[in-house]
């Protein structure tokens, strides 16, 4: 059974930094785009950071391009996004997805949850002094 788990979440001060992991069990998460999408109360879920299935191109959501690093370690089967600086409008839960599988890397990949076939449950990341 494919399974996505985050963790990493929590409550941080405005200018904080948090690495949020997405560890997947049940199959090789490395065959798999990643996307990082987070969803704050009352709105819709965005898309924040993407990297395709070897790692070969990452993609961030503007607004927050140079505060967002996402990586991957294949011997953990887990995908990382590291964030810098929280904002209070950071605030959110932030989700994991995964689609694939994929023999070989894939030029871009993508921002928008209707390109990502596997979910995670999230992790509640609250910014607040």
């Known amino acids: 059974q494919l399974q996505l788990v985050e963790s990493g979440g929590g409550l941080v001060q405005p200018g904080g930094s948090l690495r949020l992991s997405c560890v997947a069990s049940g199959f090789a998460l490395d065959y798999y785009a990643v996307g990082w999408f987070r969803q704050a109360p009352g709105k819709e879920r965005e898309g924040v950071s993407c990297i395709t299935s070897q790692g070969g191109s990452t993609a961030y959501e503007d607004s927050m391009k140079g505060r967002l690093t996402i990586s991957r370690d294949k011997a953990a089967n887990t995908v990382y996004l590291e964030i810098n600086s929280l904002k209070a409008e950071d605030a959110a839960v932030y989700y994991c997805?995964?689609?694939?599988?994929?023999?070989?890397?894939?030029?871009?990949?993508?921002?928008?949850?209707?390109?990502?076939?596997?979910w995670g449950q999230g992790t509640q990341v609250t910014v607040s002094s």
């Open positions: 997805a995964a689609d694939g599988p994929y023999t070989t890397d894939q030029e871009m990949c993508t921002t928008l949850p209707r390109g990502y076939e596997y």
